[in-house]
């Protein structure tokens, strides 16, 4: 069975900090991982995918099979970036994702 | 184009009651995802639709939950005898196909008295 664990519901950090919310998952074939986003009022939305290995809006996630990680980190935190963070993990001949319980970050000013 | 579209955006009921959500996937996309969201706990697969092929429901949690897909394209999430452990955001999300990015809807807040 595949699972996705964020070790932290909460992580809350000063502006031009760097930041890393955790993602750890358990597959043991070759996994698809996201990033999803919600911002306050916002509907979730897609930050990143791991095979995309692009930067969005300043985050990066690098996705380590040894340690079946795909951390999310940001260099310098902004106040824009507080929200809620979700990792998914999709694999398999369905394709249902496996959404983790979700990062609260907050940024302060 | 529009994006993901789900009514209503908010639906207050009495326990036992039977609750219709809705949701209008992108058009075009293939695979459609409801999921129950819930405080603190993150999100939570119901029911699963690719294409024509039969439906994945194996996140339904009693059968008082069904969901259909008509045409390929609106979906409807009927939850009957509502009790009040069903009171959650329910999302709606589709895909282009699977394994790909999903996009979401705003979801329904359904809250049961």
């Known amino acids: 069975a595949q699972r996705v664990t964020q070790p932290e519901k909460l992580l809350s950090v000063f502006k031009g900090a760097p930041v890393e919310l955790k993602c750890n998952y358990s597959?043991?074939?070759?996994?698809?991982l996201f990033w999803y986003v919600q911002y306050s009022r916002q509907r979730l939305q897609l930050l990143l995918r791991?095979?995309s290995r692009e930067s969005i809006k300043g985050f990066t996630a690098d996705l380590n099979k040894g340690e079946t990680s795909f951390h999310l980190k940001k260099p310098f935190a902004q106040e824009e970036d507080s929200a809620m963070y979700y990792c998914?993990?999709?694999?398999?001949?369905?394709?249902?994702?496996?959404f983790g319980r979700g990062t609260s970050l907050i940024v302060h000013p | 184009g529009a994006g993901v579209s789900q009514s209503p955006s908010n639906k207050v009921t009495e326990k036992g009651k039977d609750v219709e959500l809705r949701c209008d996937p992108i058009?075009?996309?293939?695979?459609l995802y409801w999921y129950r969201q819930s405080l603190g706990q993150g999100l939570e697969f119901l029911i699963y639709?690719?294409?024509?092929?039969?439906?994945?429901k194996s996140g339904l949690p009693s059968d008082r939950f069904s969901a259909e897909r008509t045409g390929g394209s609106v979906s409807t999430l009927t939850i009957q005898r509502t009790q009040q452990e069903d009171s959650a955001v329910y999302l709606c999300?589709?895909?282009?196909?699977?394994?790909?990015?999903?996009?979401f809807g705003d979801g329904t807040r359904l809250s049961i008295l």
């Open positions: 999300a589709s895909s282009q196909g699977p394994g790909q990015p999903q996009h």
């Open positions: 998914a993990l999709a694999s398999g001949g369905s394709y249902i994702p496996t």
């Open positions: 791991h095979i």
């Open positions: 058009s075009g996309h293939t695979a």
């Open positions: 639709f690719q294409g024509n092929s039969a439906p994945d």
């Open positions: 597959y043991s074939g070759s996994p698809e």
